[in-house]
């Protein structure tokens, strides 16, 4: 099973895509919390340059709160990671987590059901964009 799910955009540069991610997380209820410019941290960090890549908490506030109380532990696996990133050749990659995977190793019924909804919404934004 593989932990993430994509989609490659040709015709758009990296903010553009950036920003018709965002778009289609609100579309689907998540914010973002937290934003890490990997390119940028990198060059802070150890001085190395890195290609456009960034990685978006996204947070859906009802799903968190609904995995929180049944499972007090759960934050280990929050937020939702989605990633921009441009390739060497221009193409842009949106992928995002598959919480149905990130979750297999929570023994606890209530949660599966959660990772099926929470996926069917991070697949709609990952199908969504053009």
Do not use: R
Request: hydrophobic share 40%.
């Amino acid at each position: 099973m593989s932990y993430y799910f994509n989609k490659v955009l040709k015709t758009k540069n990296f903010e553009e895509a950036l920003e018709q991610v965002t778009s289609e997380l609100v579309k689907e209820g998540f914010g973002i919390v937290t934003e890490i410019d990997m390119k940028e941290t990198l060059k802070k960090k150890i001085n190395v340059d890195f290609k456009k890549y960034k990685i978006l908490g996204a947070c859906n506030p009802h799903f968190a709160y609904k995995a929180l109380q049944n499972e007090d532990k759960i934050g280990v696996f929050l937020p939702c990671n989605v990633v921009v990133e441009e390739h060497a050749n221009g193409d842009i990659e949106v992928f995002a987590v598959d919480p149905i995977a990130s979750m297999m190793a929570v023994k606890n019924k209530a949660m599966e059901e959660f990772a099926i909804e929470l996926t069917q919404k991070l697949k709609t934004v990952i199908k969504n964009l053009k």
